[in-house]
């Protein structure tokens, strides 16, 4: 089990992802976030991955749904996500906070974002969110 945190942050309309560009030329679309550090809460996590990933300092407004995925990663470890997802908003960018190079911030229409996204866990949250 690994403990993590996604958010969906949304602007006139769209929600924030990000492309991932892998070394094989594979892209990944993701919500922004990943795992809890040891000794972090998951609102300190996702608050810590969105500035890494995105280069936007946000905070929490709630959190509103859980949800697990099993997946294997690219090293061909297993892993259960146990994420929680919260609601967002935007503090200001900040391009000193982003430290994943190959992460692109991306806006995207929630259908979009569906449609696009790699963990299914993901594409459920935005439905979830959307029927809110």
Known sequence: DRPA?????ERDGRIAVV?????DGAT???L??????????PEE????????????KV???????????FFVNTDGEAWNNRSAFFVLDLVAPDAGLKVEE????VWLSPP?????????????????????
Not at 5 to 9: E, H, K, P, R
Not at 32 to 41: F, H, L, N
Not at 45 to 56: F, I, Q, S
Not at 102 to 105: K, Q
């Open 5 to 9: 945190a996604f958010g969906i942050l």
């Open 19 to 23: 492309r991932i560009a892998k070394p």
């Open 28 to 30: 990944w679309i993701d």
């Open 32 to 41: 922004p976030g990943g795992g809890v550090d040891p000794g972090e809460t």
């Open 45 to 56: 996590g996702v608050v810590r991955e969105y500035g890494e990933e995105a280069g936007l």
């Open 59 to 69: 905070m929490v407004r709630e959190s509103f749904a859980l949800a697990d995925q």
């Open 102 to 105: 190959d992460h692109t911030l």
């Open 112 to 132: 979009e974002a569906i449609a696009s996204l790699r963990h299914d866990s993901h594409a459920w949250a935005v439905a979830a969110w959307m029927r809110r």
